[in-house]
Nanobody, 119 residues
Framework: VQLQASGGGLVQAGDSLRLSCVAS????????MAWFRQTPGKEREFVAL??????APYYADSVKGRFTISRDSDTMYLQMNSLKSEDTALYYC???????????????WGQGTLVTVSS
């Protein structure tokens, strides 16, 4: 399977963006799909994940109430509202089989899409 992330861009604080991650090949109900983000010099940070089968979402505290993760048949989304300058990062989508907030537990990654929020 390959993951293709898109939707990043340059926005102002308070604006919204929607990221997409298309999965080629089949994603099974046992899989989890997640969004991580990374800034220079820092480790990849968990943002949100969704259980593919139940669509149950989980969020990092820093984005709870502002971001919404969802999916349809082959695409995962991250709706980001009320963006802040600290949300600026390269956003990656990932797929794994284990419930985890750690990037090391995900075995398939997209290429990343850059989100820049100006204050």
């Amino acid at each position: 399977v390959q993951l293709q992330a898109s939707g990043g861009g340059l926005v102002q604080a308070g604006d919204s963006l929607r990221l997409s991650c298309v999965a080629s090949g089949r994603t099974f109900s046992s899989h989890l799909m997640a969004w991580f983000r990374q800034t220079p010099g820092k480790e990849r940070e968990f943002v949100a994940l969704i259980r593919w089968g139940t669509r149950a979402p989980y969020y990092a505290d820093s984005v709870k109430g502002r971001f919404t993760i969802s999916r349809d048949s082959d695409t995962m989304y991250l709706q980001m509202n009320s963006l802040k300058s600290e949300d600026t990062a390269l956003y990656y989508c990932a797929r794994g089989r284990e419930f985890s907030f750690y990037s090391r537990d995900y075995d398939t990654w997209g290429q990343g899409t850059l989100v820049t929020v100006s204050s």
